[in-house]
C-alpha cells in the first residue's frame, strides 16, 4: 500500500451495510482466481523481509526521549526514488499503522542462491541509512518493538493531548496524532473496529509485581476523563490500553516466500505454523507497556486485543444481536486450521466458517481444506472501505478478496498470487518482534529461511495437533519464556508419520526452546543441526558460511539461555536503572537512557555482549559478487 489514494474511506454504517458485498464479490473473485492460477507451477524461491522502525526525538539535555510523529513527512521523501523510477530503488518504503512508524522492504526480493544470505543485513543496514537521511537532529530511527512510554503523558512530539470523547478512537491516554495521518486507512480501521465493537478495545496486560508495586495496581481513570466505562474493565494489577494504537503501533519483522506451487505454499504454510510461538519467544521484545513493566515480554496478544472487533454478542457477553455467529477469537491471532493434506488429521479444534461461502466455494471445486480457510476468513467484516473500491471486475480485481484477506492478521498468512504479475503463491511468516540490530534481525530472517529449505528438502514434519500450537502462542509471550516455558513440538520430525493417528499423545511431547532448536542427545535431533547437515551438503562461499554461521550462533545462545533476548535486555535495563523504585514504573529518565543504549547498541558504538555475544558483525555485503553467483551452481532447493 502506498501513500495515493482515490476516493474517501466510507462510513461505519454504511460500511456495515455494504460488508455483505464485500464477501459476496470477494468470494467470487477468490474462486475467479483460483480457477486461474491453481495450476501455476514453476516458480523459484523468493523472498523478503519487513522491518518496521519508530522515529524517536531525543533531547539531550532535558533527558527526554519522545516518540517523533514525523513518519508521513519522511515517507514523502523516501517514496521519491521509487516513483522516478521503481526498478532501481535498493528498497521500499511504506507507511505503517503509528504516525511515528515507517516499514521498510529490499527493493527486490532475494532469491535462491546461498550468496542472498549475505545481503540480507547490508540491505537492512542501507535502508537504515536511507531513512536516517532523512532525520532532524536529535532524532532517531530505531528498531524497536514498542516504545516505551506510547501512551505515557508528554511522550511525543509534537505534543498531543487526549481526547476521550471526540475522534477515533477516544484514548484515555493519547491522542489520536499518533496514528498515521497520510493514508485513511488507518483512521478508518481504527473507528470502524471501535464502532463496531461497540465500545473501545480493552487490553489489559499483567504487570510485573515489584516489592513496591502498589497491591492491589488500580489506576484513578476518571483522573484521566473516563466515564466510568474504562474503570469497569480495567484489570486490578494489570496495565490497562483502549486503543488500536498499543498494539498496531508496535513494530514487529515479517518474511514473505514464494513457493514452487500452490501445494508447496500449503505444505510450508503448515509446516511453519508450529514455528511461530517458538520464534515468538525467541524474539521476544516487548515488556513494557504505557511505562509499565509487564510480566509478558512480547507484543502479540496487546496487539490481538487491539484490533478486537467482535461485538458483545459475538464474544458470548450477550444474545446476539443480528450478529451470525459467537467468534471465540479475535481477527488476529495463530493460525487455527492447517491447509495442506498432511495437516487434515491435526486440525482437531473446531473452525468457524461461513456455511454459505464454504458451500460456493466447494461447489466450485476447492477442496475442504482450503474452503474452510477462506470461509473462517470471511467471518468477518469487512472493517474498511474507500469509496472507488466499491464496484470491481470479478474477473480481473481481487480487491474485496483482498480487503478480508488483509485484516485477517494470523500468525502466517497464506498468499495467493495478485492477479496478472509474475508473483506466484506465497506465505507469510508474522509471529517475531522486531530486533534491535540489523544483525539480530538478518539472523531471525536467515533462520527462518534456512529452516523452510531444510523442511523441503528433507520432507521434515512438524505438524503437531493445531490446539497444541494455538497453547503454545500463549506459552511463549509469558515472560522469559525461552527459559522457563515448555512447548508443545513434535518428537520425531524426520519420519513423516503417514500412517501415524495424529492425535496420538506419543507423537508429540514437551520441549524447551533450547532442546527444540540445539537438539537433546537422543530425544531430539535439533534444528539447528539439521539445518548444519543441510548446509555441509550445500555450495556456499566462505563469506556467506561465516555469516551464516554467526547468524546460527546467535539463535543457538538465545535458544540456550547463554544471551539473553531483547525483553530480557530491557527488562533488565528497567531494573539496574538508578532511578527504578521496585515499584514498575519506567519514567521519562528511564527511557531516554534505554533507548540511547539500545540506539549505541544498534550502532554498533556500545558492545552488548550478554544480548549479542562477542560476534556482532557478519561479511554482508551490498551485492552478490559475480564471481560467487557464477561459482554457486548449486541453487537452494526449490
Ligand atoms: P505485506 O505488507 O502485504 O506483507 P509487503 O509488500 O510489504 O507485503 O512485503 C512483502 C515482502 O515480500 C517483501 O519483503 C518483498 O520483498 C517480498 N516479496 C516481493 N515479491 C515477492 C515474491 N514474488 N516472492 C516472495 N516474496 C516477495
Ligand atoms: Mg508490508
Ligand atoms: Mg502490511
Ligand atoms: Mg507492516
Ligand atoms: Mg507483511
Same mark, same amino acid.
Given at each position: 500500500m502506498g501513500l495515493l489514494t482515490e476516493g474517501h474511506p466510507i462510513s461505519w454504517e454504511e460500511t456495515k451495510k455494504l460488508s455483505k458485498h464485500v464477501r459476496k464479490h470477494g468470494i467470487i473473485q477468490f474462486i475467479n482466481l483460483y480457477k486461474k @492460477? !491453481?495450476? !501455476? +507451477?514453476g516458480d523459484v524461491l523468493k523472498w523478503g523481509d519487513e522491518v518496521e522502525y519508530m522515529l524517536v526525538k531525543l533531547n539531550h539535555e532535558k533527558k527526554t526521549a519522545k516518540l517523533s510523529l514525523r513518519s508521513y513527512e519522511l515517507m514523502l521523501k523516501l517514496n521519491e526514488k521509487e516513483q522516478a523510477d521503481p526498478s532501481a530503488v535498493k528498497c521500499l518504503w511504506r507507511p505503517e499503522f503509528g504516525a511515528y512508524m515507517i516499514e521498510g522492504t529490499p527493493g527486490q526480493p532475494y532469491g535462491g542462491?546461498?550468496?542472498h544470505f549475505n545481503i540480507v543485513e547490508a540491505n537492512m543496514k542501507h535502508r537504515r541509512l536511507e531513512a536516517e537521511e532523512q532525520l532532524k537532529s536529535e532524532e532517531i530511527l530505531m528498531t524497536f518493538t514498542n516504545f516505551l512510554r506510547l501512551g505515557s503523558p508528554d511522550s511525543t512530539e509534537p505534543p498531543a493531548n487526549p481526547t476521550p470523547d471526540t475522534g477515533y478512537q477516544r484514548s484515555l491516554f493519547l491522542s489520536d496524532e499518533v496514528v498515521f495521518p497520510g493514508h485513511p486507512r488507518f483512521k478508518t480501521l481504527a473507528t470502524n473496529i471501535r464502532q463496531r465493537r461497540g465500545e473501545k478495545v480493552i487490553i489489559n496486560v499483567p504487570i510485573y509485581k515489584d516489592e513496591n508495586t502498589p497491591k492491589p495496581f488500580r489506576e484513578d481513570l476518571s483522573a484521566l476523563g473516563d466515564d466510568g466505562s474504562s474503570a469497569k474493565v480495567a484489570k486490578d494489577d494489570h496495565i490497562y490500553m483502549d486503543a488500536m494504537v498499543f498494539g498496531m503501533g508496535c513494530c514487529c519483522l515479517q518474511v514473505t516466500f514464494q513457493a514452487s506451487n500452490i501445494r508447496e505454499a500449503r505444505t510450508l504454510y503448515d509446516q511453519l505454523t508450529p514455528l511461530c510461538p517458538i520464534m515468538l519467544a525467541l524474539t521476544a521484545a516487548s515488556p513494557v507497556y504505557r511505562g509499565y513493566l509487564a510480566d509478558i515480554d512480547s507484543r502479540w496478544f496487546v496487539v490481538s486485543n487491539s484490533v478486537d472487533c467482535r461485538t458483545r454478542g459475538e464474544r458470548g @457477553? +450477550?444474545? @446476539?444481536?443480528?450478529?451470525?455467529f459467537i467468534i471465540k477469537t479475535s481477527r488476529y491471532g495463530s493460525v487455527e486450521s492447517y491447509l495442506s493434506e498432511q495437516g487434515d488429521k491435526y486440525n482437531d479444534t473446531p473452525l468457524l466458517y461461513d456455511k454459505e461461502v464454504y458451500n460456493q466455494l466447494i461447489d466450485n471445486g476447492i477442496d475442504h481444506l482450503l474452503a474452510q480457510h477462506v470461509a473462517h476468513l470471511f467471518i468477518r467484516d469487512c472493517v474498511c472501505l474507500m469509496s472507488t473500491q466499491l464496484d470491481q471486475n470479478d474477473e480481473t480485481d481481487t480487491d474485496h478478496f483482498e480487503n478480508l484477506q488483509s485484516t485477517n492478521w494470523r500468525s502466517m498468512r497464506f498468499k495467493p498470487p495478485p492477479p496478472n504479475s509474475s508473483i506466484g503463491w506465497r506465505v507469510e511468516f508474522r509471529p517475531c518482534d522486531v530486533q534491535m540490530t540489523d544483525f539480530e534481525n538478518a539472523a531471525v530472517v536467515c533462520f527462518i529461511v534456512l529452516l523452510s529449505r531444510v523442511i523441503l528438502s528433507y520432507n521434515l514434519n512438524l505438524l503437531i495437533p493445531i490446539s497444541k500450537v494455538i497453547e503454545n502462542m500463549t506459552r511463549g509471550e509469558k515472560r522469559d519464556a525461552v527459559n522457563k516455558e515448555k512447548f508443545w513440538f513434535r518428537k520425531d520430525i524426520t519420519s513423516t508419520g503417514e500412517k501415524d493417528n495424529a492425535l496420538e499423545t506419543d507423537q508429540y511431547g514437551e520441549f524447551t526452546v533450547n532442546e527444540i532448536i540445539n537438539g537433546k542427545d537422543g530425544v531430539f535431533v535439533g534444528l539447528i543441526p539439521l539445518i548444519n547437515s543441510y548446509l555441509n551438503n550445500m555450495n556456499v562461499d566462505a563469506d556467506t558460511h561465516c555469516t551464516i554461521q554467526r547468524y546460527l550462533k546467535l539463535i543457538r545462545k538465545r535458544s540456550s539461555g547463554e544471551l539473553m533476548t531483547t525483553a530480557a535486555w530491557i527488562r533488565k535495563e528497567v531494573i539496574n536503572h538508578p532511578e527504578y523504585k521496585k515499584d514498575s514504573v519506567v519514567n521519562e529518565a528511564m527511557t531516554y537512557d534505554i533507548i540511547k543504549n539500545a540506539y549505541e547498541i544498534q550502532k554498533g558504538v556500545r558492545s552488548c555482549p550478554e544480548l549479542l555475544g562477542f560476534c556482532t558483525t557478519s561479511k554482508t555485503t551490498e551485492t552478490i559478487p559475480a564471481a560467487i553467483a557464477i561459482a554457486e551452481k548449486c541453487h537452494l532447493v526449490n
Open positions: @492460477l !491453481r495450476d !501455476r +507451477e542462491l546461498m550468496a @457477553l +450477550e444474545p @446476539l444481536k443480528g450478529e451470525e
